[in-house]
């Protein structure tokens, strides 16, 4: 059964503060991506990553970055944090032809 | 670009009635639809994709090209049915490891 881990549930900052949500997946996947999800818009796309160092932007990527120096491994930074950044943050892998695997999701309040 | 609606925040429905979630997408090329579904408290997991054409827990969707929709279907609801549910849209060919998300049905099913 594949495993996507996020290492925080739950996730206080404050405004301007870097903040570094991790996600880690255990079985090899190529694909990689980070969602937020807000009540009334879904899940939206803020980046992926198809490959170790390949990332590219999703529909809303401003304000955050992201690193994939291992495959196992895709972290989503906030440069920054604001208050609009409050959210619950979703990673997701994929192999090929599989449906998306997803953690149990981050909760990030910035106060 | 590809867009995919879903038109009911919330729907309620009793048990033991038929259940229809909408899902009308908008996208050029050829299309893969996804139902994906997030239980209380747990992860969102995929419910059933229209390549595949089986049914999940009851539930089916059949892909309308001409209408532009995949509408989920169960004849009959039961309590553990209440959830969110996401319809979700993958492009095939360049691009394809994206996937778009509705904005969500919440199903609420009274006994």
């Known amino acids: 059964d594949v495993k996507v881990t996020q290492s925080s549930r739950y996730l206080v900052k404050r405004t301007g503060e870097k903040v570094f949500l991790e996600c880690v997946q255990d079985?090899?996947?190529?694909?990689m991506f980070w969602y937020r999800q807000d009540p009334g818009l879904g899940l939206r796309l803020i980046y992926f990553?198809?490959?170790?160092?390949?990332?590219e932007k999703g529909d809303i990527p401003e304000g955050y970055s992201v690193s994939r120096e291992k495959k196992e491994r895709f972290s989503l930074i906030l440069e920054s944090a604001s208050t609009n950044q409050t959210s619950m943050y979703l990673c997701a892998s994929r192999g090929p032809n599989s449906p998306l695997h997803f953690g149990n999701g981050t909760r990030l309040t910035v106060t | 670009a590809q867009r995919v609606t879903q038109p009911e925040k919330l729907l309620s429905v009793f048990k033991g009635a038929p259940v229809e979630l909408k899902c009308n997408y908008s996208y050029s090329g050829s299309p893969e639809l996804f139902w994906y579904v997030q239980y209380s408290r747990q992860r969102l997991q995929l419910l059933l994709r229209h390549i595949s054409r089986e049914s999940i827990k009851g539930f089916t969707a059949d892909l309308n090209k001409g209408e532009t929709s995949f509408h989920l279907k169960k004849p009959f609801a039961q309590e553990e049915d209440s959830a969110m549910y996401y319809c979700a849209l993958r492009t095939l060919g360049g691009g394809g490891n994206k996937l778009t998300f509705g904005t969500g049905t919440q199903l609420k099913v009274e006994l």
């Open positions: 990553s198809y490959d170790v160092k390949m990332k």
């Open positions: 079985m090899d996947h190529e694909n």
